[in-house]
């Protein structure tokens, strides 16, 4: 996988929800434990991995792949003299780049926000900084098969669900 396809997958998602939503998501996940700072980190961690993690993964997936997939239907990328597996390739590891950036910005408002209901409330960490970060690491080393899975499944899905096959 070249670089440049890369970047300029990157560049074609420079102003739209897709990073917004990098960023949003775990915000979100963070502010709503804050109500619960006995369980903070404990709820962080189940509210991210059990229930917003799979949408924010799926829809980044979908509207990674949705970019080139509008009123052209890949016509503007087909034509273009370059490599369409490798086109491909960088949908995947933009969408994987995009979702270890959220679980590290997870990991760090999970952190921090556990240090300051230790400073408000007194109430000690349940989970140590060597934990989170190995358990962020390996969701991060995972995720580009996660993301290839979910990348086809949504350009199968929506091939079928159109009457191609």
Request: positive net charge; contains cysteine.
């Amino acid at each position: 996988m070249e670089m440049a396809y890369i970047q300029a997958e990157n560049l074609k998602h420079k102003r739209t929800f897709t990073k917004t939503l990098m960023v949003l998501a775990p915000f979100v996940t963070a502010l709503m434990n804050f109500f619960a700072p006995l369980w903070f980190q404990l709820n962080s961690y189940n509210w991210w991995y059990i229930l917003l993690y799979p949408g924010f993964l799926t829809l980044t997936c979908a509207l990674v792949e949705q970019q080139d997939n509008g009123k052209l239907k890949y016509r503007a990328v087909a034509s273009l003299p370059i490599s369409q597996n490798k086109v491909w390739n960088a949908k995947i590891g933009v969408s994987g780049i995009y979702s270890c950036v959220g679980n590290f910005i997870f990991l760090v408002l999970n952190l921090l926000g556990g240090f300051a209901i230790f400073v408000i409330n007194e109430i000690p960490l349940t989970i140590g900084v060597g934990q989170a970060a190995a358990g962020t690491a390996c969701i991060g080393y995972c995720k580009p098969v996660g993301n290839s899975i979910v990348l086809v499944a949504i350009k199968k899905g929506g091939y079928l669900c159109r009457g191609y096959s």
